[in-house]
């Protein structure tokens, strides 16, 4: 993906986490998704590209979300798009750590072109390649991650998403003897994290958002990471009818595990992060003298680089802060 592409969406991210700042500690998670959503497609159809939404937030009937399958752009390049325009609408809603936009592009017919339904997941670091897999137990993928990482298993920390469908796994991964870290939300930021020094969190484990899961294997993909995951219509209210959907559209077994490489098919895929609230990777958005900062990150698959972006918007008579 050309470098020039990934500025432009960059611009996107950081556009829509500055809309979606707006409502940081309001309570409005509903609203500040709203803004999020509108600004970044906006600021898609300012873009000469052919963009096609393969991974949204719902169907084409729930406006104002991207929606899956929705085209956005001026014409151009033929690529795909995977959204999450406000990862964590809680945390932004309550002014918690680790709201994010996040877009992951690759070229057309690249991402998996998947329903809005849940998705189980596990992700790890690269050290743990080939030692763990959605299928195994929580018993064995803890104990595969501590001989991988060459330490005890009581130092192993799990991150989770703090969920009642989670009761089991949750007592599962604690008579193991490790820790666990709960999260409301964000299992973009808690999957990626496992491939991410100092962030604590070495294995991520549990079922959440099926966008979110492609998101994070682009970013895994480009960092060296480890994810797979598995439709998980059963959760789902409306999982009988998402799965015929999905039986037409996606073009895989919709029961069977998905690897990294069946969610992302290219090595020509970046993974873009803003910060909306601070957190462990990112700053979030601070207005200050006329001046808005945002704070971002790029994971490049195709030159394998991650990039970490500070820009600077002033306005009319506003201070640039280094």
Sequence with gaps: MDISRIMQVLNVAELAAIAAADWNGRGDKRAADKAATEAMRNAFNEIDFSGRIVIGEGERDEAPMLYIGEEVGRGGEEIDIAVDPLE??????????????????????????????????????????????????????????????????????????????????????????????????GDVFGAIATAVPGTGIDLYLGSGGAPEGVLAAAGLKAIGGIFMGKLGFELDSHGAEKRARAELTAGIDLDAPLTMDMLIRSDETAFIACGVTDGEMLDGVRIDDGSCTTSSIIMNSADKTVRFVKTVRRSDGGTIHF
């Excluded at 996040?102 to 998996?112: D, E, F, N, V």
């Design 88 to 185: 964590g609408t809680n945390l932004c809603a309550y002014n918690r750590a680790n709201a994010l936009t996040t877009i992951a592009i690759a070229p057309k017919g690249s991402l998996l072109f998947a329903p809005d339904t849940y998705m189980h997941k596990i992700a790890a670091g690269p050290a743990c390649r080939g030692l763990v897999h959605i299928d195994a137990s929580p018993e064995a993928n803890v104990r595969a991650v501590a001989t991988a990482l060459d330490k005890p298993i009581s130092e192993v920390n799990v991150c989770i998403l703090l969920r009642d469908r989670h009761a089991d796994l949750i007592k599962a991964v604690r008579a193991t003897g490790a820790r666990i870290r709960l999260i409301d939300d």
